[in-house]
T-cell receptor, first 116, second 111 residues
Framework: GAVVSQHPSWVICKSGTSVKIECRSL??????MFWYRQFPKQSLMLMAT?????????EQGVEKDKFLINHASLTLSTLTVTSAHPEDSSFYIC????????????FGEGSRLTVL | QKEVEQDPGPLSVPEGAIVSLNCTYS??????FMWYRQYSRKGPELLMY????GNKEDGRFTAQVDKSSKYISLFIRDSQPSDSATYLC???????????FGGGTRLMVKP
């Protein structure tokens, strides 16, 4: 299957700082990527849809000024958690589908954020 | 009511057992159905992908879709401790590539 890579896989930061998470499609170009958040023992919660060259589409209840998404190229989308607080601590996962493919989503390895 | 419902488990079975994981969905527009496996602290991994109703087999895994009853199943034969994970079902319609996920079922296979 297609490969989606996330970096960093684990990050600890102080409250008030900003953290950037990168999501890359390694062997295909992704016009659309998705960002999810997952709390322990819970399912994936879609945060936003990231579209290359345009603004992201955020799900209801997700603060777009808090979670900045940039999809500047066909292989890279970034999620920046701004002014992070302990309640932002979570597992963040990105995904992408192969254009003109059968629509399967391929996920990154996830990034665990801990805000102290 | 959620669009895709899944029993959260945990489902505990002995090694070698046949496991049946199930989902129900409410959106009649769903045409594509997927099963993902997620190990703890890892991203989901695509296991099975099916289109419309029918069965699909891949090794020890069989995915089954019954669109008439809006029921999705994943069967695991000869279950192994390494199958212990959370299994997520998902569906989507013809347009776009947004998947709707179930809540996941946690499976534990005991040696």
């Amino acid at each position: 299957g297609a490969v989606v890579s996330q970096h960093p896989s684990w990050v600890i930061c102080k409250s008030g700082t900003s953290v950037k998470i990168e999501c890359r499609s390694l062997d295909f170009q992704a016009t659309t990527m998705f960002w999810y958040r997952q709390f322990p023992k819970q399912s994936l919660m879609l945060m936003a849809t990231s579209n290359e060259g345009s603004k992201a589409t955020y799900e209801q209840g997700v603060e777009k000024d808090k979670f900045l998404i940039n999809h500047a190229s066909l292989t890279l989308s970034t999620l920046t958690v701004t002014s992070a607080h302990p309640e932002d601590s979570s597992f963040y996962i990105c995904s992408a589908s192969v254009p003109m493919g059968t629509g399967e989503l391929f996920f990154g390895e996830g990034s665990r954020l801990t805000v102290l | 009511q959620k669009e895709v419902e899944q029993d959260p488990g945990p489902l505990s079975v002995p090694e070698g057992a046949i496991v049946s994981l199930n989902c129900t969905y409410s959106n009649s527009a769903f045409q594509y159905f997927m099963w993902y496996r997620q190990y703890s602290r890892k991203g989901p991994e695509l296991l099975m992908y099916t289109y419309s109703s029918g069965n699909k087999e891949d090794g020890r895994f069989t995915a089954q879709v019954d669109k008439s009853s809006k029921y999705i199943s994943l069967f695991i034969r000869d279950s192994q401790p390494s199958d212990s994970a959370t299994y997520l079902c998902a569906g989507r319609g013809n347009a776009g590539n947004m998947l709707t996920f179930g809540g996941g079922t946690r499976l534990m296979v005991k040696p």
